[in-house]
């Protein structure tokens, strides 16, 4: 095959047909044609029919029989259900959703107090909140891989950040980020810039990619308007820092070493208008120093914004021009970047280019060197910037030197050696970087391979976030899903095993070892400060219209059978799962009074209603937890 190092669209396309062609026949001749399209089946058909066994086998792998667990985890950003995904890989099978921003009507999510709480209120007890937009979720480190403690996504809407426990896949904080507009990118920290000993995460780093007038009043002139980069702490989830940026953020990076987060910025114009965020040749990528930020905000040199007491510190060009002291650096990198991507072996940063053809390497060292006074100018950190294709958008790595880049326009994978790629900058045109080339259908946004973003990147699957579908699943109506695909790069060539229908839009999403996590599938008791820990405590407890309901579940009852209000009381229902075995969740639901929700076994939760309907309602279980689980209710008299 000729190595094709500067694509242009018509060879791309041409070289991708013919790898189209024989990757569906792969596929048609594995059996997953079975439920494809017809250009799969037509490509099938003109096939030679030489799938080899080891295509065969790869492709059974997303196959699992009845009973076989899968080995990797894959959380998955929910998009605009506000809510994070969990699947199992190979198989690609959802086994879970966890709510976050927006509510959720199988658990209860923003009907019960507690979730409430996390969600936020306003003053009338309503949510603050009901839509979100997330697109980015990433887990906590330690030694520079998963440790299981906890996830982050982001709500771009609202510029909110929430926190995903890992142990029960709930989630518990979410925080509102001060003076900033269109959260995207989102990545935690890897380590500590200083104490050594902290090899593990203890920061979160937000890109704040709109720029609006600070504090925000309604200001016309564009020029006036600002972006913020913003330090969460991962224990906390308290804002602890900010930095006022030139330019904006979009998607975020964080270094092995703990020392450098980077955003990638493709509108360093400031434009308003869309005409005016393309109209330099380059933008950047921004480089954060974050021992010298934190040391700055000790020192007290900040500001503060409006209302927020958040320390807000100045990583705009003009005040740090001087290497020795300057707390950000702007690499330049091609037109309106997206992406940026630390490689497994923690030596680069890679932005993808979007409206230019490349990708940028920038070598991490570099930027330090220049901190540090030893690289004359900063763009010299720049180690490789290479044609990969049109349109490329995320990079993923396989932990052998090779990077794959979707390219959003031509509609592939193109998987390169970064090594070849650093050597062919260097002027070496014999150094053959693009190693292979993938159609993926269609116009493919985030990628990420199996541990790609850890230093234990293994190089066994890549996911593909496929914003079209097109036609490759049975029509629906006007709204398509989008397709994830998954494909095998364990070897030479990628091979595509499979394709899944998702609701819109997840964009990002990661893929980690199985063994990494330890979820817990009982809660606990005591870690519930209202819980009814005895049925003998259940009861009606008044204080004047004030009413307290205390009820427990224990298959197959809860344990009052009945129980009385009066009209205009203002009742907390509070109940216990009592039941302690795995898998058996009890629900309750409030006819004609709003209400629904799960608890798990020994899982508490509690509600706030008005009892202004007076009648006999059935509370029943709406979980199937019992042979005798539709006589699961309780009578709730509400005396008129
Ligand atoms: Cu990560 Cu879609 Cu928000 Cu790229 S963004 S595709
Ligand atoms: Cu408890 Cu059904
Ligand atoms: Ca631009």
């Known amino acids: 095959m000729s190595q094709d190092q500067k694509p242009t669209t018509e060879n791309a396309l041409a070289m991708g047909r013919r790898k189209f062609m024989n990757t569906a026949a792969l596929a048609s001749l594995t059996g997953l044609v079975a439920c494809n399209n017809k250009s799969g089946a ?54 879970h959703r966890i709510p976050c ?47 299981g403690r906890y996830a982050w996504i982001n709500d771009k809407i609202n510029a909110r950040v929430a926190r995903i426990r890992l142990d029960y896949f709930i989630c518990d904080k979410i ?10 990118g989102i990545f935690p920290d890897k380590a500590d810039p200083v104490d050594e000993k902290i090899n593990y995460t203890t920061r979160v780093f937000c890109g704040g990619e709109f720029s609006i007038p600070l504090p925000n009043a309604g200001i016309e002139d564009g020029s006036k308007y600002r972006s913020l980069f913003t330090c969460v702490d991962a224990e906390s989830m308290e804002v602890r820092w900010q930095v006022l940026i030139d330019g904006n953020c979009d998607l975020v990076a964080t270094s092995y070493d703990g020392k450098l987060a980077a955003t990638n910025q ?21 480089f954060f120093n974050v021992a010298r930020i934190e040391a700055a905000v000790k020192a007290g040199k900040f500001k503060t914004i409006g209302d927020s007491k958040v320390p807000v510190v100045d990583g705009t060009h003009a005040a740090n021009s001087d290497p020795k002291t300057a707390l950000t650096a702007y690499v330049s990198v091609p037109k309106n ?36 006074g030893k690289l004359e100018k900063i763009d010299d950190a720049i180690v490789a ?37 650093i050597k062919f900058h260097k002027g070496d045109k014999n150094a053959k970087y693009v190693v292979d080339r993938i159609d993926v259908q269609y116009q493919p946004g985030h990628l990420n391979a199996s541990q790609s973003e850890t230093r234990a990147a293994d190089g066994k699957y890549l996911a593909v976030g496929c914003k079209f579908s097109k036609d490759r699943f049975l029509p629906v109506g006007p709204l398509h899903p989008e397709n994830e695909q998954f494909i095998d790069i364990s070897g030479e060539k990628m091979v595509l095993l499979a394709d899944h229908p998702v609701r819109g839009e997840p964009h990002d999403f990661i893929i980690f070892k199985r063994d990494l996590l330890r979820p817990k599938q009982v809660y606990n008791l005591d870690d519930f400060p209202l819980a009814v820990k005895d049925p003998k405590e259940s ?12 009820l427990t579940s224990q298959a197959p009852a809860f344990s009052m059978r009945e129980f009385k209000l009066k009209k205009g009381d203002e009742v907390t229902l509070i109940l216990t799962n009592l039941d302690k075995i795995e898998d058996l969740t009890h629900g309750i639901a409030i006819p004609k009074y709003n209400v629904q929700f799960v608890v798990n076994p020994l899982e508490t939760a509690s509600v706030n209603f008005v009892a202004d309907k007076p009648g006999v309602f059935w509370l029943y279980c709406t979980n199937f937890c019992h042979a005798l689980h539709l006589e699961m209710r309780t009578r709730m008299i509400v005396e008129g």
Not at 274 to 286: G, K, N, Q, V
Not at 343 to 368: M, N, Q, R, W
Not at 395 to 412: E, I, K, P, V, W
Request: aromatic share 10%.
């Open 266 to 286: 493709y509108n360093t114009e400031m434009g308003v208008h869309y005409e005016d965020m393309m109209a330099a040749e380059r933008d950047a990528c921004l």
């Open 539 to 550: 009861g009606v407890f008044r204080n004047g219209k004030k009413v307290t309901v205390k």
């Open 337 to 372: 970047p997206h992406g940026v991507n630390a490689s497994p072996d923690a030596k680069y940063f890679i932005c993808a280019g979007k409206l230019s053809p490349t990708a940028t390497v920038i070598e991490l060292a570099k930027v330090l060197d220049w901190f540090d």
């Open 101 to 147: 921003f927006v509510p959720d009507a199988l658990v209860g999510w923003g009907i019960t107090n507690e979730s409430k709480k996390v969600m936020g209120t306003r003053p009338d007890g309503s949510l603050k909140y009901n839509v979100a937009d997330t697109h980015h979720t990433h887990a906590s480190y330690k030694d520079g891989n998963y440790d």
């Open 175 to 184: 925080t509102d980020l001060p003076n900033v507009q269109g959260f995207h």
């Open 385 to 421: 910037e290479v044609e990969l294709g049109l349109g490329p958008l995320h990079t993923a790595f396989d932990g052998r030197g090779n990077a794959y880049t979707t390219l959003f326009l031509d509609s592939q994978v193109v998987k390169w050696n970064v090594d070849a790629a």
């Open 42 to 95: 037509s490509a099938s058909a003109e096939a030679s029919g030489s799938a080899s066994a080891a295509a065969h086998s790869a492709a059974d792998v997303t196959h699992l029989k009845p009973g076989e667990l899968d080995t990797y985890y894959g959380l998955w950003s929910g998009g605009h259900s506000g809510d994070m995904r969990v699947l199992g890989l190979p198989s690609g099978r959802e086994i």
